[in-house]
């Protein structure tokens, strides 16, 4: 069986499970191209044409599938190399561009969106990671939809589509080692510092455990960009006593910091499966989040708060304090490879074709 596997805007999750499925799938013959994750706004968009000049001979080739990931101008592409319209065409959602919380400096992202809708609309196949993704890419694309000037009837064919989606989460390697022992104090952030992961909250948290005294440790780790929410500074400087890492790691001591990691949290105002959280979860760290999003799906009550910085506040007292107060490490199975590989299988599965 012969893939293109094309990735439009490569980020670190996008990465991860483009080479965890080439790995999982060795016996698939893979052919692919990606794009670095910069310049968003002309990279959804002109990711057609940046593959037809850079990626000609490969794209005149033939193949059984097309599986590309949801910033794909995938009807664009189509249009520039129609024989890859007859290979199966699946599509990945990591994300939707309607569930993209906006601020309101940001131009609307008009374009993004309706590439996410016309590359859904092209595929034969339309996958998501998460329930959520689906019902928020489904519901965003009905409300934005409503304003196009000839309040086109969109209602039929957007819910044609939510009932052949399928949801295939990123499923993460399976861990073979046993846990090592935990810290519980030591409290772990490990994703983008970025707006949407609500850092504000996080920060405003910790700021009033260490003022009432409180012992923990902190690493703040995951990916850092140019420029940061100023928020991160003023913790660094408010929070000092309490830091054991700063800022991005190599893999090794990211992976030491996750296996001594007691707690792992999240405050974010957007996420659609969240494998930072799940890859610390995974190795021992009790998972702390916010009951909104993906993660109702994902984690028992018992590793949810009701998403305000109160709740957050209680959460974390009653662990760091309490230790009869937090529940067992949780059990991961269900999100890692061995699970979901038959059902990758069978997304790839052509009639014919092996």
Same mark, same amino acid.
């Given at each position: 069986?012969r893939?293109l596997?094309?990735s439009?805007?490569e980020a670190v999750?996008h990465?991860?499970?483009?080479? %965890?499925l080439?790995?999982?799938l060795?016996?698939?013959?893979w ?5 670095p994750p910069?310049h968003?706004?002309?990279? @959804?968009?002109?990711?057609?044409l940046?593959w037809m ?8 080739q ?6 590309a990931?949801?910033?794909v101008d995938?009807?664009?592409? @189509? ?5 890859l319209g007859?290979?199966k065409?699946v599509v990945?959602f ?8 906006? %601020?309101?400096d ?6 993004a ?6 590359t ?10 998460s329930a959520?993704?689906?019902? %928020? &890419? ?5 409300? &934005? ?7 086109l ?6 819910? /044609?589509l939510?009932?052949?989606?399928k ?6 390697a %399976?861990?073979a ?5 935990r810290?519980?104090?030591?409290i ?6 970025e ?5 504000e ?7 009033a455990?260490s ?16 420029q940061a ?6 913790a ?12 991005p ?10 296996d001594?990691?007691? @707690?792992?949290?999240s ?5 659609f499966?969240?494998?930072?959280i799940?890859? /610390? ?9 916010p009951d909104?999003l993906c ?5 028992? /009550?018992?590793?949810?708060y009701?998403?305000?910085r ?8 009653d ?15 269900a999100?890692?490879?061995?699970a979901?590989? /038959?059902?990758?299988?069978q997304?790839?599965?052509?009639e014919?074709?092996?």
């Open positions: 069986m893939v596997l094309l439009a805007y999750s990465r991860y499970w483009a080479q %965890s080439m790995t999982q060795d016996d698939v013959s052919t692919l191209l990606a794009l910069r968003f706004a002309w990279r @959804i968009r002109g990711n057609p940046s000049l850079k990626e000609h001979d490969t794209l005149s033939s193949f059984d599938v097309v599986l990931t949801s910033m995938l009807a664009t592409l @189509i249009g520039l190399f129609p024989h007859r290979a065409k990945y990591h994300e939707n561009q309607f569930a993209y919380p906006e %601020s309101s940001q131009i609307p992202q008009v374009e969106k309706m590439v996410n809708l016309y859904a609309l092209a595929a034969d196949s339309v996958v998501f990671n959520y993704n689906r019902d %928020s &890419f489904i519901d965003g694309a009905r409300t &934005f939809l409503k304003k196009m000037p000839e309040n009837p969109a209602a039929k064919p957007l819910e /044609a939510r009932e052949r989606a949801v295939l989460p990123v499923p993460i %399976s861990r080692e046993a846990y090592q022992p810290l519980p104090h030591r772990v952030w490990n994703h983008r510092w707006h949407d992961k609500n850092p909250d996080f920060f405003a948290v910790l700021f455990l003022d009432a005294g409180v012992a923990f440790k902190l690493a703040v780790l995951g990916q850092r960009f140019r929410p100023a928020i991160f500074e003023q660094e400087q408010r929070l000092a006593k309490h830091i054991i890492a700063w800022g790691q190599p893999e090794t001591a990211y992976r030491e910091l996750l001594s990691a007691g @707690i792992v949290v405050t974010t105002w957007h996420e499966q969240g494998l930072a799940m890859e /610390a979860a995974q190795r021992g760290a009790l998972p702390l989040v909104r993660f109702p799906a994902l984690y028992p /009550a018992a590793y949810r009701d998403g305000t109160e709740g957050l506040y209680a959460g974390l007292y662990w760091l304090t309490d230790p009869a107060s937090r529940p067992e490490p949780l059990d991961t199975t999100w890692e490879w061995p979901w590989h /038959a059902a990758y299988r997304l790839l599965t052509v014919g074709v092996s």
